[in-house]
């Protein structure tokens, strides 16, 4: 049976049969009125398909699929021709400019040099069709994010944020009790998600992210207040140590942000940038002293042992200043010939090798060397100082929205990390894509309840500092 389905003629015909659907996907969709209904939908489907599910079809579909190094003929296929109605579907209700408006990630240049360095990677990469590829994810969700910011405010791209997290998390919930041994990983409490490690990060920023509604509307009693103390009791049933400090971290910033809220618009930026220091120091204070706590258990809390072979990436790091090339490091199907064959020798116990340095930063130096690394990390900085002056010029949870994200990208990326690090065509990159692009002078160009917000918040201001 096997062999039929994948026989060359067999796929032909199946692609013949999808197809003809299209076509008539084409036709239902001729009606604007029945294509205007599923513009959202389908947007708040491309939000869930970035997080990595598990189960087909977000698992064959995802782009992050055309990463993997050992991808077979019929794998990559399957993702081509899951792609296809997708992306009609994109160009022909959400999006009509598509192609126009990726335009609009070339307007950052710091992003465009770092988008340009994983492509041009594969030149010098032992792997270059596999970089290629890889780098092509990126560019297509480089392209998804444009289109979104370009049509959406500010407040419904958070909507679309806490909406597909707070989706998956009852789905996730239901898996982890009712179908545990399902699970390809063998990692019940990941619900839908590859690893629990990943599911308790999003739901880190779920309950952040109510918080934050229920704080600014006064609403401490409310759906928006359960729904956050919900995704906290997830990341506790998970025993997601490091998600548990991450979301403590991030309700503190909360609460500091809305206390400063009433200050004047000079003293508030001061104390909104000391505000972000102290929490990503508190997250690595606590963080630190757990680590501590567990050593003298006698206990690992990633139970890798990752800090030990930190100091062999960096050694890899020094030595390859232009990096391995996209997606070009980590690469256990060439068994010796894999570049990080070695990582992890002498000092984990067993025949474990880490999958990944479990640190979103050090993957981007491995990946494009010092060059891109320093590229990224002015990026950061730039969409950090962007982020924190948005605050002052919106009102409500939007207001404080990007700012939560980048610190929830800062705290999770530290310790552990999505593949490929964060540029990686995985959800943590596509959260700071959207963030990054939506900061810049192009991305804000507001649409009409937006410009209301900033003059409102405006006036607000200067009437403040007049005071």
Not at 78 to 100: E, H
Not at 324 to 343: H, S
Not at 432 to 460: C, D, N, V
Request: glycine share 8%; proline share 5%; charged share 10%.
């Amino acid at each position: 049976m096997k062999e039929l389905i994948i026989n060359p003629i067999s796929i032909s015909l199946i692609f013949l049969v999808l197809l003809v659907y299209l076509f008539f996907f084409v036709e239902i969709l001729s009606h604007k009125s029945f294509a205007s209904r599923l513009d959202k939908p389908i947007v708040m489907l491309i939000f869930i398909g970035m997080f990595p599910i598990a189960y087909p079809p977000f698992f064959l579909a995802h782009v992050q699929r055309l990463c993997t190094g050992n991808l077979s003929f019929v794998g990559a296929l399957t993702t081509l021709v899951l792609w296809v109605p997708i992306l009609f579907l994109i160009k022909r209700v959400s999006f009509p400019n598509f192609p126009k408006d990726f335009l609009l990630v070339l307007k950052d240049p710091l992003l465009t040099l770092l988008i340009g360095m994983s492509v041009a990677s594969s030149l010098w990469s032992e792997t270059p069709v596999i970089t290629f590829r890889s780098s092509l994810a990126l560019v297509i969700m480089a392209t998804l994010v444009a289109h979104i910011i370009k049509k959406y405010s500010w407040q419904e791209i958070e909507a679309f944020v806490r909406g597909s997290l707070t989706i998956i998390a009852p789905i996730s919930l239901l898996f982890t009790l009712l179908l545990p041994s399902t699970h390809p990983f063998g990692d019940p409490w990941g619900g839908l998600m590859l690893a629990a490690r990943s599911f308790g990060a999003l739901m880190s920023l779920n309950s952040a992210l109510w918080f934050a509604i229920a704080i600014y509307q006064g609403k401490f009693f409310g759906i928006e207040m359960l729904a956050s103390i919900s995704s906290f009791i997830l990341i506790v049933l998970g025993a997601g140590k490091t998600q548990l400090i991450s979301t403590l971290a991030l309700i503190y910033l909360i609460l500091v942000l809305k206390l400063i809220s009433k200050l004047t618009f000079r003293q508030s930026v001061i104390a909104v940038i000391i505000a972000t220091i102290v929490t990503g120091s508190l997250f690595l204070i606590i963080n630190a002293g757990l680590d501590t706590i567990l050593q003298m258990l006698g206990k690992d809390r990633s139970l890798t042992g990752r800090g030990d072979f930190w100091p062999q990436l960096i050694q890899e790091i020094i030595g390859h200043p232009i990096g391995f090339g996209y997606n070009g490091f980590w690469q256990p199907w060439r068994g010796n010939e894999d570049p990080a064959a070695l990582i992890g020798s002498g000092v984990i116990v067993g025949d474990y090798r880490p999958p990944h340095s479990h640190n979103g930063f050090l993957e981007i130096a491995l990946q494009v060397g010092y060059v891109g690394f320093f590229v990224f990390i002015l990026s950061f900085l730039k969409t950090l100082i962007s982020a924190i002056w948005h605050q002052q010029f919106f009102k409500g949870p939007e207001a404080i929205f990007p700012l939560i994200v980048i610190i929830f990208l800062i705290m999770t990326n530290l310790s552990e990390t999505e593949k490929l690090g964060l540029i990686g065509p995985n959800y943590a990159t596509f959260y700071y894509l959207l963030i990054a692009i939506k900061l810049t002078p192009m991305g804000q160009r507001p649409r009409k309840q937006e410009q209301k917000y900033a003059i409102a918040s405006t006036e607000f201001t200067t009437s403040k500092n007049r005071e």
